[in-house]
């Protein structure tokens, strides 16, 4: 039978407790992850069922444990969008675009802008999401030219706004929200080809 040296029995004791407190606290990781997983797509399910006040009930507690969360400073600004306080949805779609800058950010700022009728700053947002959209290969790229070309009817700009809407077919065949404005659109400048 071996006997092993005392001191080489405690480093190896040491070395596996280590190794078990840091799985431990992956696995805590892990929980915290998957628990705000969890409350995400909850939120999402009540915002997607019109339940808004329900979402902002369970999204406020959550926020202010986890601050550091770009998502979810992004689903509190989709909140206060719909609840029509467009300066706080645009603050929180900027604290989200500054945690976690991405072309999703440059998108969700320019519609928090675009609700509260700041169609300069949405519209300088738009053009440098397309540009790291691009650079990023962004699957949602036509949604950034459904934006501009939103910004260009509502500023009575319809020839860009047409473009803009066929760029954002291009990248998205048959999005029904491109689909339906270039439709009202042709149909009240009496274009009906």
């Known amino acids: 039978m071996r006997k092993d040296h005392p001191l080489v029995v405690v480093l190896i004791l040491i070395t596996l407790g280590n190794w ?11 929980k915290i992850e998957e628990f705000i997983k969890t ?25 202010r444990e986890f601050p550091d969360r770009a998502e979810l400073h992004t689903l509190s600004g989709f909140i206060n969008m719909t609840l029509g306080n467009h300066q706080r949805a645009i603050e929180k779609m900027i604290d989200a ?19 509260s009728k700041q169609f300069g700053k949405a519209r300088e947002l738009i053009k440098q999401g397309i540009r790291l959209g691009k650079e990023e ?8 030219y459904h934006n501009l070309g ?13 473009e803009q809407y066929k760029t954002a077919l291009y990248h998205i065949p048959g999005y029904i929200l491109t689909l339906d404005r270039l439709t009202r659109l042709l149909e009240r ?4 080809d």
């Open 20 to 30: 078990l407190v840091g799985c431990q606290h992956f696995s805590g990781h892990d």
């Open 39 to 63: 409350r995400v797509e909850i939120i999402k399910s009540k915002i997607d069922n019109h339940d808004i006040m329900g979402a902002q009930m369970d999204l406020t507690p959550l926020l």
């Open 97 to 115: 675009h500054e945690l976690e800058p991405s072309p999703g950010s440059y998108l969700n700022l320019s519609s928090a802008y675009i609700a």
């Open 137 to 144: 290969n962004f699957i949602h790229l036509g949604r950034f």
């Open 150 to 162: 939103y910004v260009d009817e509502i500023t009575g700009k319809h020839k860009r706004a047409i």
């Open 189 to 192: 400048i009496d274009r009906h």
